[in-house]
């Protein structure tokens, strides 16, 4: 079983509406939780990174946000735009990253 | 500069074939790391270089074999392959390996996407 599960497994959304990605966690102890976005054929870019006592966290027009008591991470996407469209990735980990099951955003225009 | 570059970026090989896929960054990182990819999959990390030792394999059939010439470089030697190996292979790097505590981030390339006949 995974220990990094994420929903929706993949998501269609017209340009300029927002979205959540949600993320639920197993493993522990905790070190830090990673957001990454991944185009298609293309090597994973770091979103964000959020420590056990943080619980927001932004970039641009990307919100992380994360309740360690439940174990759960959300990336709120605001304004989507075209170039959107991609998987995200949540991570768990130290050197030895432990990935989420993934989810593919799909923006229309 | 925070970037990871990899060559070539498509490869494609028959099983009696013996190619190189190689990777390098500049930002000395001393941690480097292999991971392959199928479609639709996350990445499963192969192989990990500290300080230009190898420190972990995860088991990764021996048709694989890497090689860290410096601290800058990385190579995945690949011979006689299998149909199945097939998949994009992403090199990573970050400022170590730390077993305990906040993890450093990685820094990803944009892959080679292998295909073997």
């Known amino acids: 079983k995974n220990q990094v599960e994420q929903s929706p497994q993949s998501l269609i959304i017209l340009e300029g509406k927002n979205c959540t990605l949600q993320?639920?966690?197993?493993?522990?102890?905790?070190?830090?939780l990673r957001w990454y976005k991944q185009d298609t054929g293309r090597g994973p870019v770091s979103l964000t990174i959020?420590?056990?006592?943080?619980n927001t966290k932004s970039n641009g027009r990307y919100t992380a946000t994360l309740d360690a008591d439940t174990k759960q991470s959300s990336l709120h996407i605001t304004a989507s735009q075209l170039s959107d469209s991609a998987s995200y990735i949540c991570?768990?980990?130290?050197?030895?990253?432990?990935f989420g099951t993934g989810t593919r955003l799909k923006v229309l225009a | 500069d925070t970037e990871v570059t990899q060559t070539p970026k498509h490869l494609v090989m028959g099983m009696t074939n013996k190619k190189s896929l190689k990777c390098e960054q500049h930002?000395?990182?001393?941690?480097m790391y292999w991971y392959k990819q199928k479609a639709k999959k996350p990445p499963e990390l192969m192989f990990v270089?500290?300080?230009?030792?190898?420190?972990i394999n995860e088991s990764v059939p021996s048709r694989f074999s890497p090689e860290c010439p410096n601290s800058s470089l990385l190579n995945l030697h690949l011979h006689a392959l299998q149909p199945e190996d097939s998949a994009l292979y992403l090199c990573?790097?970050?400022?170590?390996?730390?077993?305990?505590?906040?993890?450093?981030?990685?820094?990803f390339g944009p892959g080679t996407r292998l295909t073997v006949l």
């Open positions: 990573a790097s970050s400022q170590e390996i730390r077993v305990a505590g906040e993890s450093d981030t990685q820094y």
């Open positions: 993320c639920n966690y197993t493993v522990s102890p905790f070190s830090n």
């Open positions: 959020m420590t056990f006592s943080e």
């Open positions: 991570v768990r980990g130290t050197y030895k990253y432990i």
């Open positions: 930002m000395g990182h001393r941690a």
């Open positions: 270089y500290s300080y230009e030792k190898l420190s």
